[in-house]
DNA sequence: TTAGCTGCAAACGTTTTGCACTCAC
DNA sequence: GTGAGTGCAAAACGTTTGCAGCTAA
């Protein structure tokens, strides 16, 4: 917990909290939250939340609003969106790549990770070197076989922290 | 050309003469794959690959034709879109993130890591372990502050495995 | 009561497709 | 010469927005 302290937004302190698996847990933390950042339940809402954290699926905006509309039939598709995006904004849920954008094309031949700035969605090749080598886990054999691993690091660049008059780069590490 | 200069103040700058330097081969190269693949050599392919190559910008569809338009004024958006998706196939480019892909959502709070499998498009939890403890390098200190690192790991799934007929689920380490 | 939320419909931006013409092989 | 590749226009797709009515606080 402390070191993911280090890295702690509102996020990560939101997601500790709901990090126990039992669903009424979580559903009382979405309250919480949503009455701190006073943001009103619905229960749309409710229905949308309980649909992402109780599915290990990774589904996207239409599989959670045909999924909800099982519920409440009535539920409208850009509704579901408005509340996903809510729900992220909020640190609740979160997604799965870079959502929202164009794709992009790279043309470095070489293997490589990447460096993306939130700030200003610049995206820089990072080289792997030595001292961050991967190795992957004995636990992946669970899951499958691996052809490719690509970090993804995300944080702020150097000029962005300059434009912010914040010039501490510290760094650490995570798991 | 040292790695310690590709993590240096001017990295950029170094990056951009690398690629300056390979490009003869790197055509040739391709010139070679398209052959292979039976696929024919065009003006507008060389343009599109020359682009993309020589720029280590990450350049989204638009700005590769804006690009290359400049040299062929009529060419098409659509025949970028063509020839990206092709050189892709090709592995002669990468795209970054996941690409022609709805936005998927992730109700897990705990920090992970994914899995997704290339056959069957599923994206699996995997929760970091002791074993694979990812350090966050000193060299990131050049490119900004790091709020968050997430790897991707891509591979096929033990189910895909399976029916590929395939067995082996060995693994190894990637940089 | 009332600001915030919803559902509808229509718009949006990115990407793909059908077609007739063109050009690399 | 021939079929793969191209440009055009139009469609398709996921997603967002404006608006009027509804509802949680």
Known sequence: MSEQLLWSSHYYLSAMDTCASNQPDRLRNFEAVCKRARVRMTFQRMAVFQEVAGNDEHPDAEAVYLSVRRQIPTISLDTVYRTLWLLKSLGLISTVGAPREKTRFDGNPAEHH???????????????????????????????????????FQGTCLECLKLKGDGDVSHGSTS
């Open 114 to 152: 990447h460096f993306l700035c939130t700030v200003c969605g610049r995206i820089q090749d990072m080289q792997p070197q030595g001292s961050y080598t991967l190795e992957i886990p004995e636990s992946v054999k669970d899951v499958g076989r691996v052809e490719r691993a690509r970090i993804e």
